[in-house]
Protein backbone atom coordinates (compact mmCIF):
# COMPACT_ATOMS: atom_id res chain seq x y z
CA UNK A 1 0.00 0.00 0.00
CA UNK A 2 1.53 3.34 -1.17
CA UNK A 3 1.89 6.37 1.78
CA UNK A 4 0.94 9.15 1.39
CA UNK A 5 1.31 12.31 3.37
CA UNK A 6 -0.29 15.36 2.85
CA UNK A 7 0.68 18.60 3.38
CA UNK A 8 -1.45 21.82 2.82
CA UNK A 9 -2.52 20.99 -1.23
CA UNK A 10 0.27 19.02 -1.99
CA UNK A 11 0.33 14.82 -1.69
CA UNK A 12 3.74 13.98 -0.94
CA UNK A 13 4.15 10.02 -1.50
CA UNK A 14 7.57 8.92 -0.26
CA UNK A 15 9.29 6.02 -2.84
CA UNK A 16 12.23 4.54 -1.05
CA UNK A 17 12.85 4.46 2.86
CA UNK A 18 15.80 7.62 2.33
CA UNK A 19 15.12 8.89 -0.93
CA UNK A 20 12.37 10.27 -3.58
CA UNK A 21 9.05 11.18 -3.52
CA UNK A 22 6.69 12.12 -5.86
CA UNK A 23 4.37 15.03 -5.43
CA UNK A 24 0.99 14.91 -6.78
CA UNK A 25 -2.16 17.47 -6.68
CA UNK A 26 0.20 20.33 -8.47
CA UNK A 27 0.17 21.25 -11.99
CA UNK A 28 3.62 22.67 -13.06
CA UNK A 29 2.03 24.73 -15.79
CA UNK A 30 0.19 27.13 -13.67
CA UNK A 31 1.04 30.24 -11.98
CA UNK A 32 2.13 28.69 -8.27
CA UNK A 33 1.99 30.63 -5.42
CA UNK A 34 4.52 31.15 -2.82
CA UNK A 35 3.30 28.96 -0.25
CA UNK A 36 3.34 26.06 -2.72
CA UNK A 37 6.78 26.81 -3.95
CA UNK A 38 8.03 26.85 -0.28
CA UNK A 39 6.13 23.44 0.24
CA UNK A 40 8.04 21.80 -3.16
CA UNK A 41 11.36 23.14 -2.25
CA UNK A 42 10.97 22.22 1.69
CA UNK A 43 9.85 18.78 0.38
CA UNK A 44 12.67 18.61 -2.03
CA UNK A 45 14.99 19.13 1.29
CA UNK A 46 13.69 16.54 3.28
CA UNK A 47 13.57 13.70 -0.10
CA UNK A 48 16.45 14.80 -1.98
CA UNK A 49 14.86 14.25 -5.50
CA UNK A 50 11.30 15.03 -6.24
CA UNK A 51 8.99 13.99 -8.86
CA UNK A 52 6.29 15.17 -10.72
CA UNK A 53 4.02 12.74 -13.39
CA UNK A 54 2.30 13.65 -16.50
CA UNK A 55 3.36 17.33 -16.37
CA UNK A 56 3.96 17.82 -20.21
CA UNK A 57 5.96 21.33 -19.95
CA UNK A 58 6.87 23.12 -22.68
CA UNK A 59 10.39 24.81 -22.96
CA UNK A 60 9.24 28.04 -21.68
CA UNK A 61 7.11 26.60 -18.87
CA UNK A 62 10.19 24.41 -17.69
CA UNK A 63 12.41 27.67 -17.50
CA UNK A 64 9.75 29.46 -15.74
CA UNK A 65 8.89 26.58 -13.46
CA UNK A 66 12.95 26.65 -12.88
CA UNK A 67 13.44 30.46 -12.35
CA UNK A 68 10.92 30.20 -9.36
CA UNK A 69 14.04 28.27 -7.14
CA UNK A 70 16.98 30.69 -8.32
CA UNK A 71 19.10 31.78 -11.22
CA UNK A 72 19.15 29.40 -13.94
CA UNK A 73 22.79 28.38 -15.81
CA UNK A 74 23.75 28.31 -19.52
CA UNK A 75 22.56 24.77 -20.21
CA UNK A 76 26.40 23.53 -19.59
CA UNK A 77 29.95 24.51 -19.35
CA UNK A 78 30.99 22.59 -22.59
CA UNK A 79 27.25 22.22 -24.65
CA UNK A 80 26.81 24.39 -27.57
CA UNK A 81 23.38 22.98 -28.88
CA UNK A 82 20.53 23.92 -26.51
CA UNK A 83 16.76 24.25 -28.04
CA UNK A 84 16.62 27.74 -30.06
CA UNK A 85 15.44 30.38 -28.15
CA UNK A 86 16.46 28.39 -25.01
CA UNK A 87 20.44 28.70 -23.67
CA UNK A 88 19.37 27.51 -20.16
CA UNK A 89 18.05 23.59 -21.61
CA UNK A 90 20.17 20.85 -22.21
CA UNK A 91 18.80 18.41 -24.15
CA UNK A 92 19.73 14.58 -22.98
CA UNK A 93 18.66 13.21 -26.40
CA UNK A 94 20.63 9.85 -27.71
CA UNK A 95 19.67 11.25 -31.31
CA UNK A 96 22.37 13.65 -30.54
CA UNK A 97 25.21 11.88 -29.17
CA UNK A 98 26.59 10.06 -32.71
CA UNK A 99 28.00 13.32 -32.46
CA UNK A 100 29.81 13.60 -29.40
CA UNK A 101 30.55 9.83 -29.13
CA UNK A 102 29.42 7.95 -32.94
CA UNK A 103 26.95 5.89 -30.78
CA UNK A 104 23.43 6.80 -31.63
CA UNK A 105 21.83 4.65 -29.27
CA UNK A 106 23.93 6.28 -26.21
CA UNK A 107 21.29 7.00 -23.35
CA UNK A 108 23.41 9.76 -21.75
CA UNK A 109 27.06 11.34 -21.97
CA UNK A 110 27.68 9.74 -18.96
CA UNK A 111 26.11 6.61 -16.97
CA UNK A 112 28.12 6.50 -13.99
CA UNK A 113 27.44 7.90 -10.51
CA UNK A 114 27.97 11.66 -10.84
CA UNK A 115 26.75 15.00 -8.90
CA UNK A 116 26.43 16.89 -11.82
CA UNK A 117 29.70 19.26 -12.84
CA UNK A 118 31.78 19.44 -9.81
CA UNK A 119 34.56 20.68 -11.68
CA UNK A 120 33.33 23.64 -11.16
CA UNK A 121 33.91 25.67 -7.99
CA UNK A 122 29.81 26.47 -7.25
CA UNK A 123 28.20 23.19 -8.80
CA UNK A 124 24.97 23.74 -9.61
CA UNK A 125 22.40 23.70 -7.09
CA UNK A 126 19.88 21.40 -8.51
CA UNK A 127 18.43 20.61 -11.57
CA UNK A 128 15.20 19.65 -13.06
CA UNK A 129 14.75 17.05 -15.86
CA UNK A 130 11.52 16.86 -18.11
CA UNK A 131 11.07 13.99 -19.83
CA UNK A 132 9.57 14.01 -23.32
CA UNK A 133 10.61 10.56 -25.61
CA UNK A 134 11.17 7.68 -23.79
CA UNK A 135 11.35 3.97 -24.26
CA UNK A 136 8.65 1.72 -23.43
CA UNK A 137 11.05 -0.06 -21.13
CA UNK A 138 14.62 0.68 -19.99
CA UNK A 139 16.06 3.95 -19.53
CA UNK A 140 15.43 4.23 -15.88
CA UNK A 141 17.20 7.42 -13.50
CA UNK A 142 18.85 5.99 -9.89
CA UNK A 143 19.29 8.97 -7.67
CA UNK A 144 21.24 8.12 -4.23
CA UNK A 145 21.27 10.47 -0.61
CA UNK A 146 23.94 11.70 0.16
CA UNK A 147 23.32 12.68 3.24
CA UNK A 148 22.56 9.34 4.12
CA UNK A 149 25.25 7.64 3.06
CA UNK A 150 27.27 10.13 5.22
CA UNK A 151 25.62 9.41 8.10
CA UNK A 152 25.88 5.63 8.28
CA UNK A 153 29.62 5.90 8.31
CA UNK A 154 31.39 4.44 11.18
CA UNK A 155 32.23 7.35 13.43
CA UNK A 156 36.39 7.19 12.51
CA UNK A 157 35.43 7.23 8.71
CA UNK A 158 32.93 10.08 9.05
CA UNK A 159 35.98 12.07 11.60
CA UNK A 160 38.56 11.23 8.79
CA UNK A 161 36.34 12.06 5.53
CA UNK A 162 35.68 15.60 7.72
CA UNK A 163 39.11 16.39 7.03
CA UNK A 164 39.66 15.44 3.39
CA UNK A 165 39.36 17.74 0.52
CA UNK A 166 39.15 16.31 -3.44
CA UNK A 167 40.32 17.10 -6.79
CA UNK A 168 37.67 17.53 -9.04
CA UNK A 169 37.36 17.78 -13.12
CA UNK A 170 36.59 16.48 -16.12
CA UNK A 171 38.88 13.45 -15.69
CA UNK A 172 36.79 10.06 -16.98
CA UNK A 173 38.21 8.38 -19.67
CA UNK A 174 34.27 9.36 -21.28
CA UNK A 175 36.01 12.79 -21.77
CA UNK A 176 39.12 12.39 -23.20
CA UNK A 177 38.42 11.89 -26.85
CA UNK A 178 36.28 13.55 -29.49
CA UNK A 179 34.46 16.40 -29.69
CA UNK A 180 33.09 16.70 -26.35
CA UNK A 181 36.98 16.02 -24.93
CA UNK A 182 38.10 18.77 -26.97
CA UNK A 183 35.83 21.10 -25.74
CA UNK A 184 37.04 20.23 -22.27
CA UNK A 185 40.75 20.54 -23.22
CA UNK A 186 39.87 24.37 -24.57
CA UNK A 187 37.99 25.00 -21.59
CA UNK A 188 39.24 23.18 -18.12
CA UNK A 189 37.65 23.32 -14.95
CA UNK A 190 39.02 22.11 -12.06
CA UNK A 191 37.98 22.40 -8.12
CA UNK A 192 39.40 21.32 -4.71
CA UNK A 193 36.07 20.56 -2.38
CA UNK A 194 35.71 19.21 0.67
CA UNK A 195 34.61 15.32 0.97
CA UNK A 196 32.16 16.56 3.20
CA UNK A 197 30.51 19.36 2.26
CA UNK A 198 27.88 21.68 4.49
CA UNK A 199 24.52 21.98 3.00
CA UNK A 200 23.81 25.41 3.18
CA UNK A 201 20.22 25.66 3.73
CA UNK A 202 19.56 22.09 6.25
CA UNK A 203 23.01 22.11 7.56
CA UNK A 204 23.60 18.88 6.83
CA UNK A 205 26.71 17.08 6.27
CA UNK A 206 27.15 15.25 2.52
CA UNK A 207 29.30 12.82 1.31
CA UNK A 208 30.82 14.86 -1.94
CA UNK A 209 33.03 12.81 -4.16
CA UNK A 210 31.78 12.05 -7.31
CA UNK A 211 32.90 9.23 -9.49
CA UNK A 212 32.87 11.07 -12.93
CA UNK A 213 35.12 14.18 -11.17
CA UNK A 214 37.55 12.37 -8.66
CA UNK A 215 37.99 8.85 -10.68
CA UNK A 216 42.10 9.02 -11.10
CA UNK A 217 45.08 9.05 -8.93
CA UNK A 218 46.11 11.80 -6.28
CA UNK A 219 42.62 13.44 -6.45
CA UNK A 220 42.48 12.99 -2.75
CA UNK A 221 45.16 16.55 -1.67
CA UNK A 222 47.47 15.18 1.21
CA UNK A 223 47.59 11.07 0.03
CA UNK A 224 49.31 9.05 -2.32
CA UNK A 225 47.64 7.66 -5.70
CA UNK A 226 47.08 4.56 -3.91
CA UNK A 227 45.85 5.49 -0.73
CA UNK A 228 43.61 7.79 -2.46
CA UNK A 229 42.33 5.53 -4.49
CA UNK A 230 41.53 3.28 -1.72
CA UNK A 231 39.58 6.25 0.08
CA UNK A 232 37.53 6.93 -3.32
CA UNK A 233 36.73 2.74 -3.55
CA UNK A 234 35.43 2.81 0.03
CA UNK A 235 33.57 5.86 -0.58
CA UNK A 236 32.29 5.12 -3.92
CA UNK A 237 30.75 1.91 -2.20
CA UNK A 238 29.21 3.73 0.06
CA UNK A 239 27.52 6.19 -1.46
CA UNK A 240 25.55 3.29 -3.95
CA UNK A 241 24.55 1.40 -1.06
CA UNK A 242 21.24 0.21 -2.46
CA UNK A 243 19.10 1.38 0.65
CA UNK A 244 20.35 4.60 0.34
CA UNK A 245 18.74 4.84 -3.47
CA UNK A 246 16.00 5.17 -5.71
CA UNK A 247 14.96 3.94 -8.80
CA UNK A 248 12.45 6.24 -11.62
CA UNK A 249 10.66 4.63 -14.52
CA UNK A 250 10.17 7.79 -16.89
CA UNK A 251 6.73 8.50 -18.78
CA UNK A 252 6.54 11.29 -20.94
CA UNK A 253 5.93 14.72 -19.41
CA UNK A 254 7.54 13.37 -15.87
CA UNK A 255 9.38 16.31 -14.02
CA UNK A 256 12.38 15.07 -11.33
CA UNK A 257 13.79 17.50 -9.50
CA UNK A 258 16.76 16.65 -7.37
CA UNK A 259 19.32 18.68 -4.75
CA UNK A 260 22.67 18.56 -6.11
CA UNK A 261 24.03 19.29 -2.92
CA UNK A 262 22.77 15.95 -1.42
CA UNK A 263 22.87 13.60 -4.59
CA UNK A 264 24.80 11.36 -7.07
CA UNK A 265 22.93 10.14 -9.90
CA UNK A 266 23.25 6.90 -12.39
CA UNK A 267 22.12 7.30 -15.75
CA UNK A 268 20.94 4.34 -17.76
CA UNK A 269 23.11 1.87 -19.45
CA UNK A 270 20.79 -0.61 -20.46
CA UNK A 271 19.79 0.63 -24.06
CA UNK A 272 22.70 0.56 -26.24
CA UNK A 273 21.59 -2.88 -27.77
CA UNK A 274 17.74 -1.72 -28.25
CA UNK A 275 16.54 0.97 -31.34
CA UNK A 276 15.04 2.94 -28.88
CA UNK A 277 15.42 7.13 -28.50
CA UNK A 278 15.18 8.62 -25.35
CA UNK A 279 15.01 12.50 -24.89
CA UNK A 280 14.78 14.79 -21.64
CA UNK A 281 15.47 18.44 -21.25
CA UNK A 282 17.59 19.70 -18.14
CA UNK A 283 17.78 23.14 -16.72
CA UNK A 284 20.09 23.61 -13.63
CA UNK A 285 19.70 26.42 -11.01
CA UNK A 286 23.38 28.20 -10.22
CA UNK A 287 24.81 26.99 -7.12
CA UNK A 288 27.02 28.39 -4.16
CA UNK A 289 30.34 27.14 -3.00
CA UNK A 290 30.53 24.33 -1.67
CA UNK A 291 31.84 24.64 2.05
CA UNK A 292 33.50 22.08 4.42
CA UNK A 293 33.02 20.54 8.11
CA UNK A 294 35.77 23.50 9.39
CA UNK A 295 34.27 26.33 7.13
CA UNK A 296 36.24 26.65 4.45
CA UNK A 297 35.23 27.35 0.88
CA UNK A 298 36.20 25.43 -1.83
CA UNK A 299 39.05 26.55 -4.32
CA UNK A 300 39.05 27.51 -7.34
CA UNK A 301 42.05 26.03 -9.39
CA UNK A 302 41.20 26.36 -13.24
CA UNK A 303 37.67 28.13 -15.09
CA UNK A 304 35.38 30.24 -13.40
CA UNK A 305 32.23 30.27 -11.59
CA UNK A 306 29.40 29.59 -13.32
CA UNK A 307 26.82 32.48 -13.14
CA UNK A 308 22.98 32.10 -13.75
CA UNK A 309 20.75 34.80 -15.14
Same mark, same amino acid.
Do not use: D, H
Given at each position: MTSTVQSLGLDVRPLSGYTGAEIHGVDLRADLDDATIAEIRSTLLKWKVVFFRDQHLDHAQQVAFGRRFGLLTPAHPHETEPPEGHPEILPIDSRRYAKLFGDRRKATYDNGWHTDVTALVNPPAGSILRADIVPPYGGDTAWTNLVAAYEALPEPLRALADSLRARHSFNAPIFDSGVYGQRIASNP? %???HPVVRVHPETGERALFVSPSFTARDNNIIGLSARQSQRVLDLLYE???????? %???????GDIAFWDNRATAHLGPSDLSHLEFDRVLYRVTLEGDVPVGVDGKESELVAGSPFLGS
Open positions: L %VAIQISRPEFT %VRFKWNP
